[in-house]
């Protein structure tokens, strides 16, 4: 089945540390996202990447950090200088152009304590 | 600068009742406007989308209605069950854009 996989579903991490969650789609799709949700803010872009080996930063890209090293896979590193990483991260992919969607990984639920 | 604006944050309706989500946007060069809706816990997945040539497109319950105009657009959910209760995002794009822009979400609630 064609999806988008994210892991793990939950993660816990102590402050200072660094995390690196994963996103793997078999899509054969050339955009990937990653997605911060918070309650009340929507979904607000961390960073994208349309092709591999590049990448931009979104609205909130201080304290991350990313890769595109293959097509299939965009991992997000949370690091210590993100002030409040405890969030619900999403990931997600499109082709990158045309009238289409893009699909969602279930997230990840990052807790840092 | 809020490209999309959703409203309200919060709508409680009854089973059978109509649900009424509205959207702003402000760059009249989008031109693709899709709704997702998301359970708890899970990533939100594509309910319906529209574009701008069309004022309306219907499927099964769930409506969007298109202003160009007004640069506004709305989804309704007629005949509301409990089990659509979870958060709608609207959100616009361009055909060669690259990213989403998404309002903030609205939690629906049906109540039985």
């Known amino acids: 089945d064609g999806g988008i996989t994210q892991s793990p579903k939950y993660l816990f991490r102590k402050e200072g540390q660094n995390v690196t969650l994963s996103c793997e789609q078999n899509l054969n799709h050339d955009a990937m996202y990653w997605y911060r949700q918070d309650p009340g803010q929507g979904l607000r872009l961390i960073y994208y990447s349309q092709i591999v080996n590049d990448f931009q930063k979104g609205d909130i890209a201080e304290g991350y950090s990313v890769s595109r090293e293959k097509k299939e896979s965009f991992p997000l590193t949370v690091t210590s200088a993100q002030k409040n990483p405890t969030a619900f991260y999403l990931c997600?992919?499109?082709?990158?152009?045309?009238?289409?969607?893009?699909?969602f990984g279930q997230g990840t639920r990052l807790t840092v304590v | 600068q809020q490209q999309v604006k959703q409203s309200p944050q919060s709508l409680i309706v009854q089973k059978g009742g109509i649900s009424i989500i509205n959207c702003a946007y402000e760059?009249?060069?989008?031109?693709?406007f899709p709704w997702y809706q998301q359970f708890p816990g899970k990533g939100p997945a594509l309910l319906i989308a529209?574009?701008?040539?069309?004022s309306e497109k219907k499927e099964g319950r769930f409506t969007i209605s298109f202003n160009k105009s007004a640069k506004q657009f709305s989804l309704h959910i007629m005949d509301s069950q409990p089990g659509d209760s979870a958060t709608y995002f609207c959100?616009?794009?361009?055909?060669?854009?690259?990213?989403?822009?998404f309002g903030t979400g609205t939690s629906l609630t049906v109540i039985p």
């Open positions: 959100a616009a794009s361009f055909f060669t854009g690259n990213q989403f822009y």
């Open positions: 760059n009249t060069a989008f031109d693709y």
């Open positions: 529209i574009r701008p040539d069309v």
């Open positions: 997600a992919s499109r082709l990158t152009v045309g009238y289409t969607e893009a699909f």
